[in-house]
């Protein structure tokens, strides 16, 4: 920690003390990030990893047991299915559904992903912008992918409200999780870091509502909404405290969130 950090030392143990407590294997069962834990190989993981956090809504319970029936409609297999589904396949999605997630939504995802994977072997590719040198944080990242996975012709309207943007000033909850997931690299074997051209230094925090009600508590965040501003103050804050890796606090504020530790 830097010793010009103004944060007090109290939040600096605290923040310390949890995220070793929570970022161990032990975490993984009881959390969405087990789904892309059954599967080895990389695209599978991808696939996996990036559904689960988009369904990630509500209790936990009830979002590992929609990504376990999701991942048995695509036979265990995602890639796979991904790459070589025929049209007959696809029936069986037709009723499935989480929360505003419907089969309109998921099929639309299975034909970009079927669409992407035929011209790139990682799912990264879709986040990396052409061109681009490197930046301070992912949000070029996380625009470049919107327009991407809207991009295709047939993309239904509603679909967008899955795939958040800074550009509309959301926070980004969901992909800022998955792209923890794909990029953090630590030996703990909870994360992946399993891409490599994205840094961790680049991601930024998700603000889900434990993390944001306990970084409040602690005075990690100013700003009184939500938004894509919230999520990069609370970043900033962290890489006060690790530069190189601040959203491995992440750990920490959602535990504690899990807690109770503000009531």
Known sequence: MPANSPLSGYVTELL???????????????????????????????????WAS??????????????????TLLDHAPYDFVLNHQESDLKRFLAFKHRTFNATDTLYFLHFFQEF?????????????????????????????HDLFCGLD??????????ATPARKSSCKRLNMFLRWMVRQDQRGVDFGIWTRLRPSQLICPCDVHVDRVARHLGLITRPQTDWLTATELTSTLRQLDPADP??????LFGLGVEGFVK
């Open 117 to 145: 994977y035929k011209k790139h072997d990682s799912l990264e590719e879709a986040f990396l912008v052409p061109g681009q040198t490197p930046e301070t944080t992912v949000e070029p990242n996380l625009r470049y992918f």
């Open 54 to 71: 988009v369904l990630a809504w509500g209790q936990r319970k009830t979002i590992i047991n929609k990504c376990q029936e999701l991942s």
């Open 154 to 163: 047939d993309f239904p309207a509603r679909t967008r409200k899955h795939i």
């Open 16 to 50: 310390e003390a949890k995220y070793e407590q929570y970022n161990r294997p032990d975490f993984i069962p009881h959390d969405p990030i087990s789904i892309p834990h059954r599967f080895s190989l990389k695209q599978d993981i991808e696939l996996m990893g990036f």
């Open 247 to 252: 959203v491995k606090y992440d750990f920490a």
